[in-house]
Nanobody
Framework: QVQLVESGGGLVQAGGSLKLSCAASGRTFSSVAMGWFRQAPGKDRDFVAAINWSGGTTDYADSVKGRFTISRDNAKNTVYLQMSSLKPEDTAVYYC???????????????????WGQGTQVTVSS
């Protein structure tokens, strides 16, 4: 049974930083493409960042480029999202996702992922 468990969310002031983690269990992690998405109240779940199996390819939403960094540690079965210069508009539930059918590419669409975590709340105060 595949499980993705996010952690690291919380309340932070604008301009601050947070680092989210997503631990995967149950299947081979090192061959899986991973992504982060977020959903604010009343809005769709939007793409934030993605990374391929090796970490050699990444992609970001325009709104977070230069502020967020996605990385992974395959030895720890964990993907990270380092968030800096946070803004109130970054407030959302953040979800990690896994594309177990393919790890070579990065994926930016919800439908391209087949496993999801339960989400972690990030709140940025002004």
């Amino acid at each position: 049974q595949v499980q993705l468990v996010e952690s690291g969310g919380g309340l932070v002031q604008a301009g601050g930083s947070l680092k989210l983690s997503c631990a995967a269990s149950g299947r081979t992690f090192s061959s899986v493409a991973m992504g982060w998405f977020r959903q604010a109240p009343g809005k769709d779940r939007d793409f934030v960042a993605a990374i391929n199996w090796s970490g050699g390819t990444t992609d970001y939403a325009d709104s977070v480029k230069g502020r967020f960094t996605i990385s992974r540690d395959n030895a720890k079965n964990t993907v990270y999202l380092q968030m800096s210069s946070l803004k109130p508009e970054d407030t959302a539930v953040y979800y990690c996702a896994a594309a177990y059918y393919s790890g070579y590419y990065v994926y930016t669409k919800n439908r391209q992922y087949d496993r999801w975590g339960q989400g972690t709340q990030v709140t940025v105060s002004s």
